[in-house]
């Protein structure tokens, strides 16, 4: 019985090992990311930068939560006196791919809408 038992956790530990490797973070979002209308750099844990065509560069730092599904990203750029945020959320398709949405309203919404776009990692 306790041979049965130590088998089932150590089956157990190595089944849901690769489910915790899988983790994303910070480190992940690191580069920079392309899309249609969308140019992202992350250049470190906490500092952004985005240019959207036609606009100017706007620099700022973001903070992240990889524990929920999908991800959450909020990004803030200081706008003369006042702090300008964008709730966003992101889903890694994989190492290079990401899933982006960014949002205009206070809460984040339960998942993505018809407005999702797909950014490329153009460099690390």
């Not at 036609?54 to 929920?68: E, I, P, R, V």
């Not at 006196?81 to 398709?93: D, H, P, R, V, Y």
């Not at 982006?100 to 919404?109: A, L, R, S, T, Y």
Request: charged share 20%.
């Amino acid at each position: 019985m306790l041979k049965s038992f130590i088998a089932f956790v150590i089956i157990s530990a190595l089944l849901t090992t690769p489910a915790f490797s899988q983790a994303k973070s910070t480190m992940d979002l690191i580069g920079i990311w392309q899309g249609n209308q969308t140019r992202v750099e992350f250049t470190d844990n906490t500092h952004v930068s985005v240019l959207f065509t036609g606009n100017q560069k706007q620099y700022g730092t973001y903070t992240s939560d990889f524990l929920s599904d999908p991800s959450t990203l909020v990004m803030s750029f200081p706008d003369g006196n006042k702090l300008l945020e964008f709730k966003c959320l992101i889903q890694f398709i994989d190492n290079n791919t990401l899933k982006w949405e960014v949002f205009k309203k206070n809460d984040f919404p339960m998942g993505f809408t018809n407005a999702t776009s797909i950014l490329k990692r153009i460099r690390n």
